[in-house]
């Protein structure tokens, strides 16, 4: 269904008319989106893909995603979900997170996947040790010494004491280039 010319004009049409809306989504999300209203439409109605394009609406697809689009963010924004905290600018285990990214990019030779899941990792790591003061699942599980958070902190720093240049995005750029890797866009 996606390499027809209907599939690949009904995408066009949703994204122009999100656009109007002011709603900005990735085309795999509205490509997803209409091949299931396709096949559900063809489905109910016992008639063939081809056919049920004809029911295929971009004006009236473009407004029930935008409106999940709202749906969501005012749902996210009551609640404080959809937006995971910061920690402070300059936090030691953020930069080294950040730091191992050019490395892991030459390591991997370019497999952005390895280094997502290597960055997700050491990040969901980083936050549940900062968490686990409050963490009642990790009472008792972390020894008799317990996970200091500041000696965490005071120790990755003194291992790495330039960690503010890790947020500046030249910088950071500049160690993805001579890694020999460049992000462009499409």
Known sequence: MRNTKAFKEAVAQT???????GVTLAPATVEDTIEKQITAVAERLGIQVRSAWRYFDASVTADRLAQSVASYEESSSEKAVGQAPMPPLDNPELALVL???????AQTGGDLYAVIINVAVNAWMAGHIHGEDGCTGCDGSCGSAGHDWETRMRTITELQPDITKWFDRDVWTRAVNDAGYTVTRR
């Open 15 to 21: 994204l122009a008319e999100l656009a109007r809306r």
């Open 99 to 105: 730091a191992g990214v050019p490395d892991s990019l």
